[in-house]
């Protein structure tokens, strides 16, 4: 059974980063698709950032050149780092996983919990 549990959200400042973690379990990252997604209150999930399982990467443009994901398959974690964030980029963040390539759409069979990430101006 896959599982994933997310770690590394926090309280920023406007300008500053953070990075995510997602460590997996049940199952090996290198084998699936995997994305990060946020939901801010009152407001749909959306797709931040997707990872084949051959390294291509998908961003939302409003992440592009600030966001990066990445996985570390040794320690079975994908990560998600944040820079130059902003306001707007206040959210709960999840991780998800699936055999299925579903790129920045939220259809992945596996989510974790999530992780609030908030950035004050």
């Known amino acids: 059974q896959v599982q994933l549990m997310e770690s590394g959200g926090g309280s920023v400042q406007s300008g500053g980063s953070l990075r995510l973690s997602c460590a997996a379990s049940?199952?090996?990252?290198?084998?699936?698709?995997m994305g990060w997604f946020r939901q801010a209150p009152g407001k749909e999930r959306e797709g931040v950032a997707a990872?084949?399982?051959?390294?291509?990467?998908t961003y939302a443009d409003s992440v592009k050149g600030r966001f990066t994901i990445s996985r570390d398959n040794d320690k079975n974690t994908l990560y998600l780092q944040m820079t130059s964030l902003k306001s707007e980029d206040t959210a709960m963040y999840y991780c998800a996983a699936d055999r299925v390539n579903w790129l920045l759409h939220p259809l992945y069979k596996s989510w974790g919990q999530g992780t609030q990430v908030t950035v004050s101006s």
């Open positions: 990872l084949g399982s051959y390294g291509s990467t």
């Open positions: 049940g199952y090996a990252v290198s084998g699936y698709f």
